[in-house]
Structure formats: C-alpha cells, structure tokens
C-alpha cells in the first residue's frame, strides 16, 4: 500500500483500526502535511499520567500496555490491557487530557496521530466514524465487564473473565490462531486488574493449572479448556 510503512502493513490489527484509513485519499490528503509520530517505550516504563495533556492521539503499534488509575493509599487498578492496534482511548481524539495513567508492559511502540486532522476527518470519511463508534462502543463494553467482575464476581470468576476477554480480542485482530495466545503478564498485573492480592491471583492460577483449564508458559497462555474456564467466568 503506497505511502503505508511497512511494519503497518505486516500489522495484523491494521485492517480493524484507523490506521488504515491512512490508506483513503480524502484522510491522506487531510494528512498529507502533518506528520505522524513513532515512539518507542520499554517495559515498565510509566508513560503519561492521569490529567497530562496530550497533544496527538496515540494508537499502539506493538506490545501491551495498560490503562490504570491510583487510589488514595497508593493502590492501583488496572482499567484496561492495550493490545496491538488499541487507541490508547477514543476519547483523546475529542479531549485532549488523559483520564487515566498508561504504563508500558512489554517492550512498546506506539504511533501518534495529530488531533485536529482526525476530528476533521470523522465528518467526510465514514469509515473512520464507524471505527471509532466501535472502539468507544467496545472501551464502554470492557468498562462494564469490569464493573460487573469487580462488584459481583469471585475471584477465579475475575481472572477467568479476563483471561477469556483477552483471548477474544487477541482472536478477533487474528492474533490467536489457536488455543495459544501471547501472555506478558504477571501475577501483579493481573492482580491490579481483578482487584485481589497477588498471592490469592497465584493460588486460584495454580487451581486452574491442576484443573487443566489452562497452561502458562513465560510469555504464552494455552486455553486448553476453554468451555470450563467459560463455567466459571459466568459464575457470579
């Protein structure tokens, strides 16, 4: 695809988000005096704050990072896991302030899309509207997972939820061709996301593992009983 860089073409979320408006020419010629950022960002590193204002909205390339807000006491909770093609949040590219910090979780590169051309740009090319009414649609859908997990779910209910939740994302971009996916987390990790300490998330991982619902390598999960992680996802 002429003026696309390679390492988006090869991406195998690019077709399902709006990297590849890119390729439209009414998008392409809004764009074609501005340029679009590459960053890169290692593991571990925090990479803006809840309340920082950012002035081009970002898009995640590779890697996995996470969205998270800090309690009062120091807590945090993990909001939401960033996978390849993620917007960092469809709400940057109407208000510039982050509402919430985002750490890099594994080695991370990220483009960033200036503002002002995106907003024109949702008024003539209709398929980025509906891209970004389903990014938002589907950010208000994990926002109410969450809800629901935290609020009325037990523990090996919240990590079976978001194991499962993971691996239905990484399937639909194409990047789960089996029952194996790319696992980066850690315990930590998922204990910010569920909401439990970080001995009670490694008792109930090593249930499942005797269980043989799943198996964790040191960067890969394998669902190897999906059906029984789904009984006990759906258990409230």
Known sequence: MAGIPPTCCACPAFQ???CHIFTEATFANALQDTAVDDHFAPARRLIWRAG??????PVICQGWAATSATLSDGRRQILSFLLPGDLVSAALIFEPVSQSSVDAVTDLRYRAFPRAELKQALGRTPDLLAIVSR???DENARAERLAIDLGRRGAAARIASLILALAERLRRRGMMPDKTMDFPLRQHHIADAVGLTVVHVGNVLAEFRRAG???INERSLTLADQPGLSRI???L
């Open 233 to 235: 996802a759906a258990e």
């Open 213 to 215: 619902l799943l198996e």
């Open 52 to 57: 920082e204002t950012l002035e081009r909205v």
């Open 16 to 18: 399902d988000n709006l």
């Open 135 to 137: 990014i938002s649609a």
